[in-house]
Protein backbone atom coordinates (compact mmCIF):
# COMPACT_ATOMS: atom_id res chain seq x y z
CA UNK A 1 0.00 0.00 0.00
CA UNK A 2 1.24 3.12 -1.15
CA UNK A 3 0.20 6.47 0.82
CA UNK A 4 -0.65 9.63 -1.19
CA UNK A 5 -2.48 12.72 -0.34
CA UNK A 6 -4.42 15.22 -2.42
CA UNK A 7 -2.61 18.40 -3.12
CA UNK A 8 -4.66 21.35 -4.75
CA UNK A 9 -1.32 23.22 -6.11
CA UNK A 10 0.36 26.02 -4.42
CA UNK A 11 -1.71 28.95 -4.89
CA UNK A 12 -5.08 26.75 -4.57
CA UNK A 13 -4.65 24.84 -1.44
CA UNK A 14 -4.09 25.80 2.09
CA UNK A 15 -2.18 22.83 3.08
CA UNK A 16 1.20 23.06 2.11
CA UNK A 17 3.83 20.81 0.82
CA UNK A 18 5.76 21.38 3.74
CA UNK A 19 2.93 20.24 6.05
CA UNK A 20 1.94 17.39 4.06
CA UNK A 21 5.90 16.20 4.33
CA UNK A 22 5.19 16.26 8.26
CA UNK A 23 2.82 13.36 8.22
CA UNK A 24 4.25 9.73 8.71
CA UNK A 25 4.41 7.67 6.00
CA UNK A 26 3.20 9.85 2.80
CA UNK A 27 5.03 9.22 -0.51
CA UNK A 28 3.52 10.93 -2.93
CA UNK A 29 0.91 13.80 -4.27
CA UNK A 30 -2.15 13.22 -6.02
CA UNK A 31 -2.53 16.51 -8.05
CA UNK A 32 -4.44 18.09 -10.44
CA UNK A 33 -4.01 21.19 -12.70
CA UNK A 34 -6.79 22.55 -11.36
CA UNK A 35 -7.03 25.68 -13.10
CA UNK A 36 -7.29 24.01 -16.43
CA UNK A 37 -11.24 22.91 -17.37
CA UNK A 38 -12.64 19.83 -18.56
CA UNK A 39 -11.69 19.05 -22.51
CA UNK A 40 -8.27 21.18 -22.47
CA UNK A 41 -4.93 20.06 -23.10
CA UNK A 42 -2.71 19.78 -19.69
CA UNK A 43 0.34 22.06 -21.38
CA UNK A 44 3.58 20.17 -20.34
CA UNK A 45 5.17 23.12 -18.99
CA UNK A 46 2.81 23.72 -16.38
CA UNK A 47 2.98 19.74 -15.59
CA UNK A 48 6.43 19.98 -15.50
CA UNK A 49 6.34 23.38 -12.93
CA UNK A 50 4.28 20.90 -10.50
CA UNK A 51 7.12 18.41 -10.92
CA UNK A 52 9.52 20.70 -9.94
CA UNK A 53 7.29 21.70 -6.90
CA UNK A 54 7.00 18.28 -5.30
CA UNK A 55 10.90 17.73 -6.07
CA UNK A 56 11.56 19.94 -3.06
CA UNK A 57 9.79 18.03 -0.95
CA UNK A 58 10.68 14.55 -2.20
CA UNK A 59 7.26 13.76 -3.63
CA UNK A 60 6.33 11.45 -6.40
CA UNK A 61 3.57 12.51 -8.65
CA UNK A 62 2.38 9.07 -9.62
CA UNK A 63 -1.22 9.09 -9.21
CA UNK A 64 -3.26 12.35 -11.15
CA UNK A 65 -7.04 12.98 -9.88
CA UNK A 66 -8.83 13.83 -11.97
CA UNK A 67 -8.07 14.59 -15.85
CA UNK A 68 -12.20 15.65 -16.10
CA UNK A 69 -13.84 14.70 -18.97
CA UNK A 70 -15.91 17.25 -21.09
CA UNK A 71 -19.45 17.21 -20.72
CA UNK A 72 -19.71 16.82 -24.52
CA UNK A 73 -17.79 13.30 -24.14
CA UNK A 74 -20.48 11.79 -21.94
CA UNK A 75 -23.48 12.98 -23.72
CA UNK A 76 -21.97 11.72 -26.69
CA UNK A 77 -21.93 14.93 -28.91
CA UNK A 78 -20.13 14.81 -32.89
CA UNK A 79 -17.68 17.48 -30.93
CA UNK A 80 -16.56 15.05 -28.45
CA UNK A 81 -13.98 13.20 -30.75
CA UNK A 82 -11.31 16.75 -30.47
CA UNK A 83 -11.98 16.77 -26.55
CA UNK A 84 -10.84 12.73 -26.54
CA UNK A 85 -7.47 14.16 -28.74
CA UNK A 86 -6.77 16.56 -25.90
CA UNK A 87 -7.51 13.80 -23.35
CA UNK A 88 -5.18 11.81 -25.02
CA UNK A 89 -2.56 14.70 -25.24
CA UNK A 90 -2.88 15.29 -21.50
CA UNK A 91 -2.32 11.31 -20.57
CA UNK A 92 1.03 11.95 -22.66
CA UNK A 93 1.71 15.12 -20.77
CA UNK A 94 1.64 13.42 -17.42
CA UNK A 95 3.09 10.29 -18.19
CA UNK A 96 6.26 12.71 -18.94
CA UNK A 97 6.40 13.48 -15.44
CA UNK A 98 6.18 9.60 -14.37
CA UNK A 99 2.50 9.45 -13.91
CA UNK A 100 1.38 5.84 -12.88
CA UNK A 101 -2.55 6.41 -12.50
CA UNK A 102 -5.32 8.61 -13.59
CA UNK A 103 -8.86 9.01 -11.73
CA UNK A 104 -11.48 10.13 -13.39
CA UNK A 105 -15.33 10.14 -13.52
CA UNK A 106 -17.96 9.63 -15.47
CA UNK A 107 -20.65 11.81 -13.89
CA UNK A 108 -22.66 13.87 -15.51
CA UNK A 109 -23.23 17.77 -14.86
CA UNK A 110 -21.66 17.37 -11.34
CA UNK A 111 -18.96 15.59 -9.38
CA UNK A 112 -19.96 14.78 -6.03
CA UNK A 113 -22.83 16.42 -4.46
CA UNK A 114 -23.47 17.74 -0.88
CA UNK A 115 -26.35 19.83 0.43
CA UNK A 116 -24.31 21.14 2.79
CA UNK A 117 -20.51 21.55 3.31
CA UNK A 118 -20.30 22.89 7.24
CA UNK A 119 -23.00 20.42 8.95
CA UNK A 120 -21.91 20.26 12.49
CA UNK A 121 -21.34 16.86 13.99
CA UNK A 122 -21.73 16.01 17.79
CA UNK A 123 -18.37 17.07 18.67
CA UNK A 124 -18.43 20.21 17.31
CA UNK A 125 -16.63 20.04 14.41
CA UNK A 126 -17.88 20.14 10.91
CA UNK A 127 -18.57 18.35 7.81
CA UNK A 128 -19.59 17.26 4.39
CA UNK A 129 -23.51 16.54 4.44
CA UNK A 130 -26.27 15.47 1.87
CA UNK A 131 -29.75 15.88 2.87
CA UNK A 132 -32.36 13.71 0.51
CA UNK A 133 -35.05 15.53 1.07
CA UNK A 134 -33.09 18.80 0.04
CA UNK A 135 -31.80 17.96 -3.40
CA UNK A 136 -35.12 16.36 -4.45
CA UNK A 137 -37.06 19.94 -4.07
CA UNK A 138 -34.37 21.92 -4.68
CA UNK A 139 -33.37 23.77 -7.86
CA UNK A 140 -29.58 22.85 -8.47
CA UNK A 141 -28.96 26.31 -9.17
CA UNK A 142 -29.89 27.56 -6.17
CA UNK A 143 -27.64 24.29 -4.09
CA UNK A 144 -25.08 25.53 -6.42
CA UNK A 145 -25.54 29.52 -5.01
CA UNK A 146 -25.47 28.28 -1.13
CA UNK A 147 -22.61 26.02 -2.30
CA UNK A 148 -20.35 28.28 -4.23
CA UNK A 149 -20.62 31.29 -1.33
CA UNK A 150 -17.90 28.80 0.74
CA UNK A 151 -15.36 30.85 -1.05
CA UNK A 152 -13.91 27.20 -1.74
CA UNK A 153 -15.45 25.77 -5.31
CA UNK A 154 -15.80 22.19 -4.97
CA UNK A 155 -14.09 20.05 -8.19
CA UNK A 156 -17.13 19.84 -10.96
CA UNK A 157 -18.77 22.73 -9.41
CA UNK A 158 -17.01 25.64 -10.73
CA UNK A 159 -19.22 28.79 -11.54
CA UNK A 160 -17.88 29.27 -15.31
CA UNK A 161 -19.40 26.13 -16.12
CA UNK A 162 -21.77 25.81 -14.31
CA UNK A 163 -23.04 29.04 -16.44
CA UNK A 164 -24.08 26.40 -18.88
CA UNK A 165 -25.93 23.93 -16.58
CA UNK A 166 -29.53 24.80 -18.09
CA UNK A 167 -28.30 23.51 -21.73
CA UNK A 168 -25.97 20.71 -20.09
CA UNK A 169 -29.74 19.15 -18.07
CA UNK A 170 -31.40 19.79 -21.49
CA UNK A 171 -29.16 17.81 -23.29
CA UNK A 172 -29.10 14.79 -20.62
CA UNK A 173 -32.80 14.69 -21.55
CA UNK A 174 -31.39 12.34 -24.38
CA UNK A 175 -28.93 10.64 -22.75
CA UNK A 176 -30.00 7.45 -20.12
CA UNK A 177 -28.10 5.44 -18.01
CA UNK A 178 -27.78 2.85 -21.15
CA UNK A 179 -26.72 5.91 -23.76
CA UNK A 180 -24.30 6.67 -20.97
CA UNK A 181 -22.92 3.51 -20.80
CA UNK A 182 -22.39 3.61 -24.94
CA UNK A 183 -20.31 6.93 -24.54
CA UNK A 184 -17.97 5.94 -22.09
CA UNK A 185 -17.28 2.74 -23.90
CA UNK A 186 -16.70 4.71 -26.96
CA UNK A 187 -14.43 7.05 -24.76
CA UNK A 188 -12.43 4.28 -23.48
CA UNK A 189 -12.00 2.75 -26.53
CA UNK A 190 -10.14 5.89 -27.79
CA UNK A 191 -8.55 6.34 -24.61
CA UNK A 192 -7.02 3.02 -23.39
CA UNK A 193 -4.69 2.25 -25.70
CA UNK A 194 -2.69 5.73 -25.05
CA UNK A 195 -3.25 4.59 -21.61
CA UNK A 196 -1.47 1.40 -22.62
CA UNK A 197 0.92 2.89 -24.73
CA UNK A 198 2.08 5.19 -21.81
CA UNK A 199 2.53 2.47 -18.81
CA UNK A 200 -0.80 4.65 -17.26
CA UNK A 201 -3.65 3.13 -15.56
CA UNK A 202 -7.17 4.73 -15.63
CA UNK A 203 -8.92 3.98 -12.72
CA UNK A 204 -12.63 5.32 -12.60
CA UNK A 205 -14.10 6.91 -9.12
CA UNK A 206 -17.60 5.48 -8.80
CA UNK A 207 -20.71 7.75 -8.44
CA UNK A 208 -20.76 9.83 -5.38
CA UNK A 209 -23.59 9.74 -4.06
CA UNK A 210 -24.03 6.44 -5.88
CA UNK A 211 -27.71 7.21 -7.15
CA UNK A 212 -29.61 9.75 -9.97
CA UNK A 213 -29.07 12.66 -8.33
CA UNK A 214 -31.62 15.89 -10.20
CA UNK A 215 -32.62 12.89 -12.59
CA UNK A 216 -29.39 12.87 -14.44
CA UNK A 217 -28.42 9.83 -14.94
CA UNK A 218 -25.40 7.57 -12.54
CA UNK A 219 -24.02 4.23 -13.82
CA UNK A 220 -21.18 3.03 -11.23
CA UNK A 221 -22.82 2.81 -8.49
CA UNK A 222 -22.37 -0.83 -7.27
CA UNK A 223 -20.81 -4.18 -7.45
CA UNK A 224 -22.85 -4.99 -10.86
CA UNK A 225 -21.94 -1.76 -12.14
CA UNK A 226 -18.16 -2.62 -11.45
CA UNK A 227 -18.29 -5.77 -13.07
CA UNK A 228 -19.91 -5.01 -16.05
CA UNK A 229 -17.16 -1.71 -16.17
CA UNK A 230 -14.19 -3.95 -16.28
CA UNK A 231 -15.80 -6.17 -18.63
CA UNK A 232 -15.31 -3.32 -21.41
CA UNK A 233 -12.02 -4.47 -21.60
CA UNK A 234 -9.61 -6.55 -20.40
CA UNK A 235 -6.31 -3.85 -21.17
CA UNK A 236 -4.02 -3.68 -18.05
CA UNK A 237 -4.71 -0.08 -18.26
CA UNK A 238 -8.60 -0.74 -17.57
CA UNK A 239 -8.72 0.15 -13.61
CA UNK A 240 -10.89 1.26 -10.26
CA UNK A 241 -10.20 3.98 -8.00
CA UNK A 242 -12.21 2.56 -5.26
CA UNK A 243 -13.67 4.87 -3.20
CA UNK A 244 -15.39 3.37 0.06
CA UNK A 245 -17.52 6.69 1.07
CA UNK A 246 -18.50 7.42 -2.20
CA UNK A 247 -20.24 3.59 -2.97
CA UNK A 248 -20.29 3.28 0.84
CA UNK A 249 -23.41 6.10 1.01
CA UNK A 250 -25.68 2.89 -0.08
CA UNK A 251 -25.87 0.29 2.85
CA UNK A 252 -26.43 -2.57 0.65
CA UNK A 253 -22.73 -2.48 -1.39
CA UNK A 254 -20.45 -4.13 0.54
CA UNK A 255 -16.81 -2.64 -0.19
CA UNK A 256 -14.56 -5.16 1.92
CA UNK A 257 -16.39 -8.10 -0.71
CA UNK A 258 -16.02 -5.37 -3.95
CA UNK A 259 -12.64 -5.21 -2.87
CA UNK A 260 -11.59 -8.96 -2.77
CA UNK A 261 -13.36 -9.99 -5.60
CA UNK A 262 -11.78 -6.83 -7.62
CA UNK A 263 -8.37 -6.53 -5.99
CA UNK A 264 -5.95 -7.08 -9.07
CA UNK A 265 -7.81 -4.29 -10.96
CA UNK A 266 -7.87 -1.26 -7.67
CA UNK A 267 -5.12 1.22 -9.27
CA UNK A 268 -6.22 3.76 -6.61
CA UNK A 269 -8.29 3.42 -2.83
CA UNK A 270 -10.20 5.96 -1.37
CA UNK A 271 -10.48 5.31 2.25
CA UNK A 272 -13.03 7.18 4.23
CA UNK A 273 -16.07 6.91 6.59
CA UNK A 274 -19.74 8.16 6.55
CA UNK A 275 -22.76 7.61 8.32
CA UNK A 276 -25.86 6.74 7.18
CA UNK A 277 -29.52 7.37 8.51
CA UNK A 278 -32.36 5.85 8.14
CA UNK A 279 -33.97 8.30 5.39
CA UNK A 280 -31.05 8.30 3.64
CA UNK A 281 -29.46 11.31 4.17
CA UNK A 282 -25.86 10.71 5.02
CA UNK A 283 -22.70 12.80 6.79
CA UNK A 284 -19.11 12.63 6.24
CA UNK A 285 -16.94 11.62 9.53
CA UNK A 286 -13.95 10.41 11.22
CA UNK A 287 -12.16 7.50 9.36
CA UNK A 288 -13.00 5.12 12.56
CA UNK A 289 -15.58 2.13 11.73
CA UNK A 290 -17.28 3.13 15.06
CA UNK A 291 -17.81 6.51 13.82
CA UNK A 292 -19.69 5.87 10.28
CA UNK A 293 -21.30 2.90 9.07
CA UNK A 294 -18.90 1.41 6.73
CA UNK A 295 -16.56 -0.93 7.98
CA UNK A 296 -12.63 1.00 7.38
CA UNK A 297 -11.33 -1.74 9.25
CA UNK A 298 -12.70 -4.41 7.22
CA UNK A 299 -11.61 -2.55 4.55
CA UNK A 300 -8.42 -2.47 5.37
CA UNK A 301 -8.19 -5.62 5.83
CA UNK A 302 -9.45 -6.55 2.68
CA UNK A 303 -6.62 -4.79 0.92
CA UNK A 304 -4.09 -6.13 3.19
CA UNK A 305 -5.05 -9.53 2.63
CA UNK A 306 -5.15 -9.11 -1.13
CA UNK A 307 -1.45 -7.77 -0.65
CA UNK A 308 -2.39 -4.59 -2.05
CA UNK A 309 0.32 -2.50 -3.58
CA UNK A 310 -1.77 0.46 -5.10
CA UNK A 311 -2.09 3.73 -4.48
CA UNK A 312 -3.91 4.98 -1.40
CA UNK A 313 -5.55 8.09 0.34
CA UNK A 314 -7.68 9.03 3.18
CA UNK A 315 -10.26 10.99 1.32
CA UNK A 316 -12.54 14.22 2.51
CA UNK A 317 -11.96 14.97 6.26
CA UNK A 318 -13.83 16.90 8.63
CA UNK A 319 -12.95 20.33 9.38
CA UNK A 320 -10.65 20.79 12.42
CA UNK A 321 -9.92 23.09 15.21
CA UNK A 322 -10.75 25.82 13.39
CA UNK A 323 -8.91 24.97 10.61
CA UNK A 324 -9.80 27.40 7.26
CA UNK A 325 -9.79 25.04 4.22
CA UNK A 326 -11.34 23.72 1.21
CA UNK A 327 -14.16 22.09 2.03
CA UNK A 328 -13.59 18.25 2.89
CA UNK A 329 -9.64 18.83 2.69
CA UNK A 330 -7.93 20.48 5.27
CA UNK A 331 -4.68 18.89 6.82
CA UNK A 332 -5.95 18.21 10.40
CA UNK A 333 -8.68 14.88 9.29
CA UNK A 334 -7.38 13.91 6.25
CA UNK A 335 -3.39 13.74 8.57
CA UNK A 336 -5.18 11.53 11.15
CA UNK A 337 -6.98 9.52 8.52
CA UNK A 338 -3.43 8.37 7.36
CA UNK A 339 -2.37 7.64 10.90
CA UNK A 340 -5.66 5.18 11.69
CA UNK A 341 -4.41 3.57 8.16
CA UNK A 342 -1.61 3.01 8.92
CA UNK A 343 -1.83 1.82 12.43
CA UNK A 344 -4.86 -0.85 11.05
CA UNK A 345 -2.48 -2.12 8.44
CA UNK A 346 0.77 -2.32 10.41
CA UNK A 347 -1.52 -4.55 12.79
CA UNK A 348 -2.42 -6.93 10.49
CA UNK A 349 1.17 -6.76 9.27
CA UNK A 350 2.17 -7.81 12.78
CA UNK A 351 -0.44 -10.39 12.96
CA UNK A 352 0.35 -12.14 9.71
CA UNK A 353 4.05 -11.89 10.82
CA UNK A 354 3.09 -13.71 14.02
CA UNK A 355 1.30 -15.85 12.60
CA UNK A 356 4.04 -17.21 9.90
CA UNK A 357 6.54 -17.33 12.68
C1 LIG B 1 -14.96 12.08 -3.70
C2 LIG B 1 -13.72 12.68 -4.22
C3 LIG B 1 -13.98 13.24 -5.62
C4 LIG B 1 -13.15 12.61 -6.69
C5 LIG B 1 -13.60 12.79 -8.10
C6 LIG B 1 -12.81 11.90 -9.02
O1 LIG B 1 -15.07 11.02 -3.20
O2 LIG B 1 -12.76 11.72 -4.14
O3 LIG B 1 -13.71 14.60 -5.61
O4 LIG B 1 -11.93 13.18 -6.63
O5 LIG B 1 -14.93 12.50 -8.22
O6 LIG B 1 -12.93 12.27 -10.32
MN1 LIG C 1 -13.36 9.49 -3.43
Known amino acids: MRMTFRWYGENNDSVSLKHIKQIPGVEGLVWALHHRSAGEVWPLEEVLEVKKQADKYGFHLDVVESINVHEDIKLGKESRDQYIDNYKESIRHVA ?25 LEDGSTALFYETSKVNQMDPTELIKQITN ?12 LKTIKNSFKAYEEVDEEQLWINLEYFLNEVLPVAEEEDIKLAIHPDDPPWP ?8 TNERAVERYLAISDSPSHCLTLCSGSLGANPNNDIPGIIRRFHNRIAFAHVRNVRIYDNGDFIETSH ?11 IVKAYHDTEFKGYIRPDHGRHLWNEECRPGYGLYDRALGVMHLWGLWDAYELVKQERSE
Open 213 to 220: VFNLPRII
Open 96 to 120: AVGAKVICFNFMPVFDWTRTDLYKE
Open 150 to 161: SGYTMPGWEPER
Open 288 to 298: RTKDGSVPIDE
